[in-house]
Structure formats: C-alpha cells, structure tokens
C-alpha cells in the first residue's frame, strides 16, 4: 500500500542507486512544454549520466509544496504501461513531438526493468468511461501521451522523455503521467527529486517545469550537439509528502 509505503519513505535516507543503461541525455516535454532533445547513444558510444553534483544535496526543510497540483482527468483518459503493441505509437508520438530519432534499443530496453516499471502511456478513448458507453465503443484508444524515465544515483528520478500530442493538451495529462511514475518511482526506488534537462532556446518548456516547482539547479553549455543552441538548463523538484499524498487522493479517479 502507498500509505505505508509513505512513512517507509519518511525515514527513508537518500541511498544511492544505479541506473542498468545509463543514457546521458533527456527529451524535455512536448511543444510547447517540449523540446527538441539529444537522442539516446548508440550502444557501442561511451555514456555517461549527467553531472549530478548540484542534484545530490540533501533535500531542504520544510518540504517544498506540492508538484502535482491539476485538475482531474477527463473520463476519456486511461494510463496502461507500455505493452509491444504500443511501441510503433510510442514511437510515432516521439517523432511527431521531438526533431531527434532514438535508437530501437531505446524502445526495446523500455520493456525491461527498472525502465518498465517507471514508463507509462497515456491513452484517449473515443467515449468517457461512464454507464458503460465505452464498452459499446468498437474504436481502439489512441496513444497520445508518453513518459519514460530512469533512476539516477542519490534516489534521483530523470525524465528521459515526456511526450503529448498537441490537440490533448491543457487536460492535465502530462502532469498526471508525471505524478504517477514518481509515485511508483517512490515505491520501487525510494527516489527523492525528479530531474530534467531544458533546452535552453525552449522558453515554454522550462516555465511548464516552474510552474510545477521544479528549480533551475545549472546549465551545461555544450549538452546538445546537434542543436543550435546548443546548452541545456537542468532542473530539479524533490519530492515531499504532499505529492504523495495527492497521488493517493488522485489513484481512484487515474486507476480505471
């Protein structure tokens, strides 16, 4: 249960963890909330995960508000995790939302753990699930959302890649998709912040990052290679128990 696993979490120090496929680089959110992103290495190019010296500092007192203030979902909306049927949506999804290609290892080690575990899909049905409407429905959801992360050391949760589509913008769903996988990321990891790299040129990005509470923590100058600009601005939110409580006050309405 969540609630126990809350004040497990509460003693809980920060340990620090290995991520199994360190890729150094992340997809900020979609336009607007995203931006282009440096795609995964190939697995024969050396890795290496982003500097985490300015991540790693115990969290400060009091605990920061909470991340994950929006509003309820529409009843269209279900999350699943990513199943192998979902991947050519997954991966249509990316390259609608972002100017970059990932590598098929991206997708494939995305199914395997710790991936699995804190990826999820964001799924809209052509009928809201209320009085049985959607059974009658023979449409199949449509894939329109996505998040995937890996696990940082020092419990730090990095947001690989957070992709909607833009006409299912403005519903909330990119923050839900985040407060779930940061609440199973808890559970699993004992994670204690969440962090992602902005593009410095994406302006609507890193205030879709601020108004969620996330703080700049630095920039690295030379992040992208293959954009112009090149630097990207990292940001950081630790997690404190309000989020976690907000996701238990969400999970009946998410959890269909």
């Avoid at 680089?25 to 290496?48: G, I, K």
């Avoid at 996330?214 to 090149?230: S, V």
Wanted: net charge positive; with cysteine.
């Amino acid at each position: 249960m969540l609630q126990s696993s809350i004040t497990a979490w509460l003693k809980k120090p920060a340990t620090v963890m290995k991520a199994d496929q360190p890729y150094p680089t992340a997809a900020p959110p979609p336009m607007p909330l995203a931006q282009p992103a440096q795609p995964p290495p190939s697995p024969s190019e050396p890795t290496s995960a982003p500097t985490q010296e300015r991540a790693t500092e115990p969290a400060p007192n009091p605990l920061p508000a909470p991340l994950f203030s929006t509003p309820p979902l529409p009843e269209n909306v279900e999350f699943a995790p990513l199943a192998q049927e979902l991947i050519p949506s997954f991966k249509r999804i990316l390259s609608l939302t972002l100017p970059v290609s990932y590598p098929a290892v991206f997708f494939t080690e995305s199914m395997d753990e710790p991936f699995h575990s804190i990826t999820l899909m964001a799924l809209w049905h052509p009928a809201p699930a209320n009085g049985g409407a959607r059974s009658s429905i023979t449409e199949k959801p449509r894939l329109v959302g996505a998040i995937r992360c890996r696990i940082l050391p020092s419990a730090n949760l990095y947001i690989s890649t957070i992709s909607l589509l833009a006409p299912y913008r403005s519903h909330g769903i990119a923050t839900h998709l985040l407060q779930k996988v940061a609440a199973k990321a808890v559970q699993l990891h004992g994670v204690r912040c969440v962090t992602a790299h902005v593009w410095e040129a994406n302006e609507d990005g890193l205030e879709w990052y601020k108004k969620r509470g996330f703080d700049i923590i630095g920039k690295e100058d030379a992040y992208y290679h293959k954009l112009k600009p090149k630097g990207a601005i990292l940001v950081r939110k630790w997690i404190g128990v309000a989020d976690l409580l907000a996701h238990l006050d969400a999970v009946s309405a998410v959890d269909r």
